[in-house]
Nanobody, 114 residues
Framework: QVQLVESGGGLVQAGGSLRLSCAAS????????MGWFRQVPGKQREFVAI???????NYADSVKGRFTIARDNAKNTVYLQMNSLKLEDTAVYYC????????WGQGTQVTVSA
């Protein structure tokens, strides 16, 4: 079993920055791709960014050029650097990891205010 724990969420002014972290623990030897999704009330969870074990990244068009995903394999941690935040970035952000199964973190709230 794998546990994913997010941290770093909070309230930030539009145009500001936050860095989210997700630490993996448990049976993590089989983890490969990790990433981030986000969800707002009443809507489906949507893709934000993913990164392979070799640090090849892919981003949603809505965040490309503003967000950067990175990982530290030695620390079993994936990060999401969020710059130039917009009001529409407000959501609960969930860490994601895949091996034989998919795993999800508990989510961390990001609120962007004017």
């Amino acid at each position: 079993q794998v546990q994913l724990v997010e941290s770093g969420g909070g309230l930030v002014q539009a145009g500001g920055s936050l860095r989210l972290s997700c630490a993996a623990s448990g049976s993590i030897f089989s983890l490969n791709t990790m990433g981030w999704f986000r969800q707002v009330p009443g809507k489906q969870r949507e893709f934000v960014a993913i990164i392979t074990r070799d640090s090849i990244a892919n981003y949603a068009d809505s965040v490309k050029g503003r967000f950067t995903i990175a990982r530290d394999n030695a620390k079993n941690t994936v990060y999401l650097q969020m710059n130039s935040l917009k009001l529409e970035d407000t959501a609960v952000y969930y860490c994601y990891a895949v091996s034989r199964e998919s795993y999800w973190g508990q989510g961390t709230q990001v609120t962007v205010s004017a």
